[in-house]
């Protein structure tokens, strides 16, 4: 599903895989809260920063779990191969988005004079704000 | 895909701390909104996936590197992203090659003690994926992960 807007050429693949992956509940469904020991363990790939090597520990760059974003990023036919930096640099950049949208989504509650964000606080922050345009229409 | 479908939710303890810690103390989140946060961040790997990999494609490679990832920041109109992300990488950068060099360091005494080579050829594939990791420029021979298609 390809369309040209402007002259730039925008594949909506990523959208139908986000409502694939939304629709059949595997985005977004409570775990169970293992208050942090949550990864599998088996989980020995190349987590990149993520954990102290053994080469004596430097601290961890990404909080967000390598080997879980790399899997996301499979999910996209069109994606051959990916440096492990790129993987890296995708966690750290989803790290920064998540602390975005939270903060821009409280100014809503605020306004409600709420100390609790809210469901509709999203919603209204991703309907208010252009950059968050992508994500309308993908979430449950 | 091996994979079962709740692995690929990004885990809720790393998700809610990355949200606390962006908000003030007394703030609270409900579980509800902390749900539709995940999945919006699912959502973005997906997006900006699809993005850098376009711009792979584009320069005609098959492995996505970092500076794809950076180009789709951009056009996703996430630039204020682009200076901590690249603040980020530096430190990751430097953090491989500590390792690559710890784990030379490692085999070159393995060599000392046993005195034969033989004995690491199995240790080199493992060691093989982190030596190649710096090459970010092109085609990256390294640690790519193979995505079946």
């Not at chain 2, 994979?3 to 809610?16: G, K, M, Q, S």
């Not at chain 2, 390792?99 to 085999?107: L, P």
């Not at chain 2, 970010?136 to 995505?147: A, F, I, P, T």
């Amino acid at each position: 599903m390809v369309s040209v807007l402007g002259g730039r050429i925008y594949t909506r693949r990523w959208r139908d895989m986000a409502a694939t992956l939304v629709e059949s509940g595997a985005l977004g469904d409570s775990e169970l809260d293992r208050s942090g020991a949550e990864e599998p363990r088996g989980e020995g790939e190349e987590d990149g920063a993520q954990h102290t090597s053994p080469a004596g520990g430097h601290s961890r760059l990404a909080k967000l779990p390598l080997s879980r974003i790399k899997a996301l990023m499979k999910a996209d036919p069109d994606l051959s191969l990916a440096s492990q930096e790129s993987v890296f640099i995708i966690a750290k950049a989803t790290e920064l988005f998540v602390e975005m949208i939270a903060k821009d989504a409280l100014v809503y509650a605020q306004q409600g004079k709420r100390k609790t964000l809210q469901r509709k606080d999203l919603d209204n922050a991703i309907e208010a704000i252009d950059e968050f345009a992508f994500l309308e229409g993908t979430l449950d | 895909m091996a994979e079962r479908p709740e692995d690929l939710n990004l885990p809720n303890a790393v998700i809610t701390r990355i949200i606390k810690e962006a908000l003030p103390d007394g703030v609270n989140v409900s579980k509800e909104a902390r749900r539709a946060i995940s999945q919006a961040a699912s959502v973005f790997v997906l997006y900006a996936t699809s993005c850098a990999n376009s711009f792979a494609m584009k320069a005609k490679r098959k492995t996505l590197n970092a500076g794809d990832v950076m180009s789709a920041m951009e056009e996703m109109e996430f630039e204020r992203f682009l200076p901590p992300l690249r603040d980020a990488l530096e430190a990751y950068k430097k953090g491989q090659k500590g390792k690559k060099e710890a784990s030379e360091q490692k085999k070159k005494d393995k060599e000392k003690k046993n005195g034969t080579e033989e004995h690491d050829k199995s240790r080199e594939e493992e060691e093989e994926e982190e030596e190649h990791m710096e090459e970010e420029d092109g085609e990256n021979e390294g640690e790519e992960e193979d995505v079946e298609n």
